[in-house]
């Protein structure tokens, strides 16, 4: 059982916005800024998408943003394209290491 | 441009061993820490061992902690993960990951290597 908790698909069309949910607790997602959420296609390694919650590292999408309230976060593609079905993986740092979700498989219909 | 490259994955039967290495290019690896983090089948990733860029720290997730042991050499850019008593539930696809900075402690992964896949069968 993973750390933190996301579901395990979501689905959406071209052109719409999807949010994806991680929930952790108050001693890890809820007591650090540390949310980072990484993309991962079918035998590909995972690419950094968000890190910090928000930030986003250079050359990634501004279709791509991130949030953080209380012990959950949360990962938003806007304008969704057909390059975007993956699996997605959030991450906190803790005080014993990093954590991860058990991730969300995104479907584009 | 930075490079991980992952070798050492295969078929092992419960209770043997296997040794991965991981090659890196692109950076000054004697500055970096480096990670291993592994993604079952059907599973989400999961976080197993670190070492620092001096090779004085170690981390090991409790899954693998006695079981695994990680180790680097600076002057040939290469970090090893020593795997031994694998279990079915180490079957994975394993990633080598470059840290932000020196220590084991990170906040995220900016650059993962593409992985080598461990099957632990009989």
């Known amino acids: 059982q993973s750390a933190l908790t996301q579901p395990a698909s979501v689905s959406g069309s071209p052109g719409q916005s999807i949010t994806f949910s991680c929930t952790g607790t108050s001693t890890d997602l809820g007591d650090y800024y540390y949310v980072s959420w990484y993309q991962q296609h079918p035998g590909k390694a995972p690419k950094l998408m968000i890190f910090d919650v928000s930030s986003r590292p250079s050359g990634i999408s501004n279709r791509f943003s991130g949030s953080k309230s209380g012990n959950t976060a949360s990962l938003t593609i806007s304008g969704l394209q057909p390059e975007d079905e993956a699996d997605y993986h959030c991450s906190s740092y803790t005080n014993s290491g990093l954590v991860f979700g058990g991730g969300t498989k995104l479907t584009v219909l | 441009e930075v490079q991980l490259v992952e070798s050492g994955g295969g078929l092992v039967q419960p209770g043997g061993s296997l040794r991965l290495s991981c090659s890196a290019s692109?950076?000054?690896?004697?500055?970096?820490?480096i990670h291993w983090v592994r993604r079952a089948p059907g599973k989400g990733l999961e976080y197993v061992s670190a070492i620092s860029s001096n090779g004085d720290s170690t981390y090991y997730a409790d899954s693998v902690e006695g079981r695994f042991t990680i180790s680097r050499d600076n002057s040939k850019n290469r970090v090893s993960l020593e795997m031994t008593s694998l279990r079915a539930e180490d079957t994975a696809v394993y990633y080598c990951?470059?840290?932000?900075?020196?220590?084991?402690?990170?906040?995220?992964?900016?650059?993962w290597g593409q992985g080598t896949l461990v099957t632990v069968s009989s």
């Open positions: 990951v470059k840290s932000l900075g020196d220590a084991t402690v990170t906040y995220y992964f900016d650059y």
């Open positions: 692109g950076f000054i690896f004697s500055n970096y820490a």
